[in-house]
């Protein structure tokens, strides 16, 4: 069961396949990115490099750069991007965040 989310789906909207982070997601065609992950439950975007605290979208029009993931090895702002069939996005900087205990 998907968990309670303030970002309404919209029913009518075509949905496309993309994956994130291994889960394949049916997105509506043409949304933002951000706002459609978010719809769709997930909560966490990204894991900070140093700490590992968790980040996801805060203001949503690319200014705040929580919303990163990485799509075809290019780290991005989720928010400044718009959802297409066969999107494959994952979190950034897992390297990082994995030598981030030595």
Do not use: W, Y
């Amino acid at each position: 069961m998907k968990p309670v989310s303030p970002f309404l789906e919209m029913d009518e909207t075509p949905r496309v396949e993309v994956v994130f982070d291994g889960a394949r997601l049916s997105l509506p065609d043409g949304a933002n990115l951000a706002a459609a992950l978010l719809a769709a439950g997930v909560d966490v975007f990204r894991n900070t490099p140093v700490s590992g605290a968790p980040r996801a979208p805060f203001c949503m029009m690319g200014a705040c750069f929580d919303c990163l993931v990485e799509i075809d090895g290019v780290v991005r702002q989720a928010c400044m991007v718009d959802v297409s069939d066969g999107l494959v996005v994952g979190k950034p900087h897992r390297a990082e965040a994995q030598h981030a205990d030595l």
